[in-house]
């Protein structure tokens, strides 16, 4: 079964310019999330999809990013402008159980590593 | 609010001997809890998780938890480390009927040979 995939793996760009990401989730699996992970630090969930459909977006910095999940598969992540601060690793994640409602166990993409300079 | 505390940064073990990574967690109700582990590069990896049942729960490469719930914690345990043991553990928390799972800061276990 193939894992989460997510490209690129690596990204350096200047402040005030504009990046994206993209997942591919494991087939069948219904639940994407994003997470930006700081150095140092947990995962910290940006934004859940149920199949297309935003579940929880509490944490995203709406004013700069934003993410959609068209047709419930592959996932975009984009952030404009960037600024140092999301100098960051985005990691994809998905699930096979819909969200909140069992204890599903999340599958990691290997991540994207962005520095912002 | 949720909350994952694991209160020890690094945790250093020689081969062989036992090793513990603790975790201690706050939520409402009851909780699901996991433990990730993540090697350097790579994307976070699955090891065990506690839905309900018998506390101790057994995962991936030897590694067990204990969930206590008086004590609300969930520490991660291996009767006899390995080298290779050696990466970032993490561990998560999520209520029931709850959208969104916290993780905690991580724990770098480092195994000496």
């Known amino acids: 079964e193939a894992g989460v995939a997510q490209s690129p793996r690596y990204k350096i760009i200047e402040k005030r310019q504009s990046v994206a990401f993209w997942c591919n989730p494991i087939?069948?699996?219904?639940?994407l999330y994003w997470y930006q992970q700081i150095l140092g630090q947990g995962p910290k969930l940006l934004i859940q999809?149920?199949?297309?459909?935003?579940?929880?977006d509490s944490q995203l910095p709406k004013d700069r990013f934003s993410a959609e999940r068209l047709k419930g598969v592959d996932s975009t992540l984009k952030i404009q402008p960037a600024k140092l601060e999301d100098s960051a690793v985005y990691l994809c994640?998905?699930?096979?159980?819909?969200?909140?409602?069992?204890?599903?166990?999340?599958?990691f993409g290997p991540g994207t590593r962005l520095l912002v300079l | 609010a949720q909350s994952v505390a694991q209160p020890e940064d690094q945790v250093n073990v020689a081969e062989g001997n036992p090793l513990t990574v603790k975790c201690t967690y706050s939520?409402?109700?009851?909780?699901?809890l996991f433990w990730y582990v993540q090697y350097p590069n790579r994307g976070l990896q699955f090891l065990l998780k506690?839905?309900?049942?018998?506390?101790l729960v057994k995962g991936s490469y030897g590694f067990e938890a204990e969930f206590n719930k008086s004590q609300t914690s969930f520490h991660l345990k291996k009767p006899s480390a390995l080298v290779s043991d050696s990466a970032l553990y993490f561990c998560?928390?999520?209520?029931?009927?709850?959208?969104?799972?916290?993780f905690g800061a991580g724990t770098r276990l480092f195994v000496k040979a």
């Open positions: 994640a998905s699930s096979l159980d819909f969200a909140g409602l069992f204890g599903e166990t999340q599958y």
């Open positions: 087939s069948g699996h219904a639940t």
């Open positions: 999809f149920q199949n297309n459909g935003v579940v929880d």
């Open positions: 939520v409402s109700g009851n909780p699901y």
């Open positions: 506690y839905i309900t049942g018998d506390n």
């Open positions: 998560a928390v999520r209520n029931t009927g709850g959208f969104k799972t916290i």
